[in-house]
């Protein structure tokens, strides 16, 4: 069965930092494209950074870019994100996900949540002092 589980959501003040993980089990994430999304309240579900192809390729929404670095450990088979300098618009329920593909392929964020299969909980994402 494949599983995802994200942790790592905090209350964090403006400017401060947080990794968040999203570990695997039933699967090998190398395999697979794993994206993070945040959702806030009200708003659409948008992907924020995804890895694909053996971690050689990454992509970030363009207002994270700088601050949020994905990165995964193969032998842990745990996708993480590392988030810096966060701010109220931050704030959300992340949540990581894995796409199946047919053939190798770079990832983006602006595919959207379509074509990812499996989903993890969520963990929550809090800024403020």
Known sequence: QLQLVESGGDL?????????SCAAS??????????W??????????GVACIALHGISTDYKESVKGRFTISQDA?????????????PEDAAVYYCAAKGDSVPEICSTEVGVG???YWGQGTQVTVSS
């Open 12 to 20: 964090v003040q403006p400017g401060g930092s947080l990794r968040l």
């Open 26 to 35: 039933g699967f090998s994430l190398e395999d697979y494209t794993i994206g």
């Open 37 to 46: 999304f945040r959702q806030a309240p009200g708003k659409e579900r948008e």
């Open 75 to 87: 032998r842990e088979n745990i996708v993480y994100l590392q988030l810096s300098r966060l701010g």
């Open 115 to 117: 074509p990812y299969a």
